[in-house]
């Protein structure tokens, strides 16, 4: 049978993206998704505004919710401070095997931890499997409508702290409208929308930072 279009976009890094340059894997994908096949990655306008913000938490540990095939992944890693670690998270095991692909092209693999399965699963496990107490920052991106039973089993596994930003991505397409009510009308979160476009199109979507106030 024929390739995937995951196994498409990780040809075109491997043929077009500097192995150990995470920049020009980001560029190699984009370059891809407008000009040969769309696909469903953060892309680079949302993307300029998960950098900002992953610049400005700068987090020492780091979750990703729907690697997908590791595009915002090796947008996050690229920005983390020394020692610190991203643990990403994604059931599908072709994307994960893609996804794989492409973080060891980017040369980021030593921050980064893929683990494969359900969110619901691994969140309970974080803990314990990877010694950490709670999360600085959580990058939201899997199924639209586990964002909000996963935000609450976060707080419930006491995996947020004072001070802990959630970023979801894809809050208008395709739309969280239960997640954009649970942060906004929660009284331990301050929320703010970023408002953007879908990736490569000019389709309206945006970003919703939420603070979890302990
Ligand atoms: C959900 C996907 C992203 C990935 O998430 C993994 N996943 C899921 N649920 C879990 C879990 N519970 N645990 C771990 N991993 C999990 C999956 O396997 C995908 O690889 N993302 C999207 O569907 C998505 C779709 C669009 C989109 C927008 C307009 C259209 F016309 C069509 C599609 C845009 C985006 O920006 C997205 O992000
Ligand atoms: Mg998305």
Redesign the pocket.
């Known amino acids: 049978t024929g390739s995937s279009r995951p196994q498409r976009l990780l040809k075109a890094v491997q043929r077009n993206a500097a192995k150990g340059d995470p920049q020009s894997v980001i560029s190699a994908i984009d370059y891809f998704c407008r000009h040969s096949e769309w696909a469903?990655?953060?892309g680079d306008e949302k993307g300029s505004i998960l950098d900002s913000v992953v610049s400005e938490v700068s987090p020492t540990t780091a979750l990703e919710l729907?690697t997908y095939c590791g595009y915002s992944t090796v947008r996050i890693a690229r920005l983390l401070p020394p020692g610190a670690s991203l643990i990403t998270l994604e059931f599908n095991p072709d994307y994960a095997a893609v996804a794989r692909q492409v973080i060891a092209h980017s040369g980021l693999q030593d921050k980064i931890h893929l683990v494969e399965g359900p969110s619901g699963d691994s969140i309970p496990k974080l803990k314990e499997r990877f010694g950490i107490t709670s999360l600085d920052f959580v990058f939201l991106?899997h199924w639209k409508d586990r964002y909000v039973p996963d935000t609450k089993l976060l707080e419930e596994c006491g995996l947020l702290r004072k001070g802990s930003v959630l970023l979801a991505?894809?809050v208008i397409c395709p739309g969280a409208p239960e997640y954009l009510d649970y942060v906004r009308n929660n009284p331990r979160y301050e929320s703010r929308y970023f408002q953007s476009h879908l990736?490569y199109t000019n389709v309206e979507d945006g970003l919703e930072k939420s603070v979890f106030l302990g």
């Open positions: 469903m990655n953060v729907g991106d991505d894809n990736e």
